[in-house]
């Protein structure tokens, strides 16, 4: 499994940006998809999950209303839409793919965003 993160960058606080992780390697209907994220000095945190087939989704009350996850089945793509953003989005974002048969676990490289105030 191969997953490529993308989209991160510098942003102001309000301001909105897409992260797009395209993945590859494997047919991902069996698989949910997810976004984590990491700030400096902080554990890694959990931010939104997909499930490939249902479409179901979840988020951390961090984020809840504010981002949104979604895929393109024709591009083998998760999109993280962020909006409103706050200087504490401010983190390297991993997305993942994990089989919903095994637990396997797949992690891409992070893409950092940083939000100023």
């Known amino acids: 499994v191969q997953l490529q993160a993308s989209g991160g960058g510098l942003a102001q606080a309000g301001d909105s940006l897409r992260l797009s992780c395209a993945a590859s390697?494997?047919?991902?209907?069996?698989?949910?998809m997810g976004w984590f994220r990491q700030a400096p000095g902080k554990e890694r945190e959990f931010v939104a999950r997909?499930?490939?087939?249902?479409?179901?989704?979840s988020y951390a009350d961090s984020v809840k209303g504010r981002f949104t996850i979604s895929r393109d089945n024709a591009k083998n793509t998760v999109y993280l839409q962020m909006n409103s953003l706050k200087p504490e989005d401010t983190a390297v974002y991993y997305c993942?793919?994990?089989?919903?048969?095994?637990?396997?676990?797949?992690w891409g490289q992070g893409t950092q965003v940083t939000v100023s105030s």
């Open positions: 997909m499930w490939w087939t249902s479409g179901s989704t």
């Open positions: 390697g494997r047919t991902f209907s069996t698989y949910s």
């Open positions: 993942t793919a994990t089989s919903v048969r095994t637990g396997n676990e797949y």
